[in-house]
């Protein structure tokens, strides 16, 4: 059964999903198949001079992966309810 994830409410809580993504990406945790554009709009995403994320360089795919991984950080998969082994 899928479930919704909540949302960013402010720049901080995207902040900081955009920087565990990039974490991620630091530790070489995040591999990307060929020909994706996973790893061009990641690498676009400036900061502003004061340490700040600029959130204009942010993309659709950007911001879908930042939210994505940072919703499965604690991700355990489970064996469904259905009966199904």
């Not at 990039?22 to 198949?33: D, N």
């Amino acid at each position: 059964m899928l479930t919704s994830y909540a949302t960013p409410l402010t720049r901080a809580d995207f902040e900081a999903r955009v920087g565990y993504s990039a974490e991620q990406c630091r530790m070489g945790l995040i591999h990307f198949a060929k020909g994706l554009r996973g790893t061009e709009s990641l690498t676009q995403v400036r900061c502003l001079p004061n340490g700040r994320i600029d959130l204009l360089s942010i993309d659709e795919a950007a911001r879908l992966h930042a939210n994505m991984m940072y919703q499965m950080r604690n991700f355990t998969p489970s064996v469904a309810e259905e009966g199904i082994e």
